[in-house]
């Protein structure tokens, strides 16, 4: 085989690579980010109209975590019902979302 071939079999075969990993991405029900995400300023997410969209989709003590604002995350908050005024502030500092200053 001369240089030129060799080079179209290399690059055949990453093309074939490149297109099974697209292919797996595609065709996959989720994505999966291993890395930070960021986004550039003015930029929004929009959601869908009809079914709706969820953020952690396993509560409760042992479910999944979510902090805002450079808020350690955490689980689903509970408080025994009623919940006064000292359980919904204490429920909404723990996620970042509100703090007194």
Partial sequence: MNPQEIQIQEL??????????LFAILKSD??????NMQMADG???QLGKTTGTKFGTEGGATGQKIG?????PVVQQ???APASVANIYNALHAYGLFTVV
């Fill in 12 to 21: 055949t075969q990453r093309v074939n690579h490149l297109e099974g990993l």
């Fill in 30 to 35: 989720r994505m999966m980010i291993e890395k």
């Fill in 43 to 45: 930029r929004n997410v």
């Fill in 68 to 72: 805002f604002f450079g808020a350690t």
């Fill in 78 to 80: 509970t408080a025994s």
